[in-house]
């Protein structure tokens, strides 16, 4: 497993824009395919976009498809989640998450996660 932390959340205004970030340390993370989830309060936790290791392949969620950017860099062990035009159901606390094995949108075959970082978006 890698250990996972995540940062950039905070408040914003509708329509703004947020970068998260997801820093791993301990096992090559570049051999992970990673994802973003996100959980809203009283909701289950949700997918929102995957990477494939090579960065080959991404998919999101279709309520944040042309809005959120998932992309990595592996020469710095991260994962960035850029999200545009954002509006209120966006609140959220968002994980991001890494898997050897699995690059959907199963949060079950995620082996190791963050603590999360709280993303708010007034209106």
């Known amino acids: 497993q890698v250990h996972l932390i995540e940062s950039g959340g905070g408040v914003v205004l509708a329509g703004g824009s947020l970068r998260l970030s997801c820093a791993a340390s301990?096992?090559?993370?570049?051999?992970?395919?990673k994802a973003w989830f996100r959980q809203a309060p009283g909701m289950e936790r949700e997918f929102v976009a995957a990477?494939?290791?090579?960065?080959?392949?991404?998919r999101y969620a279709d309520s944040v498809k042309g809005r959120f950017t998932i992309s990595s860099d592996n020469a710095k062990d991260t994962v960035y989640l850029r999200m545009n035009s954002l509006k209120p159901e966006d609140t959220a606390i968002y994980y991001c998450?890494?898997?050897?094995?699995?690059?959907?949108?199963?949060?079950?075959?995620?082996?190791?996660w963050g603590q999360g970082t709280q993303v708010t978006v007034s209106s």
């Open positions: 998450a890494a898997s050897a094995t699995h690059s959907g949108s199963s949060a079950a075959r995620y082996s190791s």
């Open positions: 301990g096992r090559i993370f570049s051999g992970y395919n």
């Open positions: 990477i494939t290791w090579d960065a080959s392949s991404t």
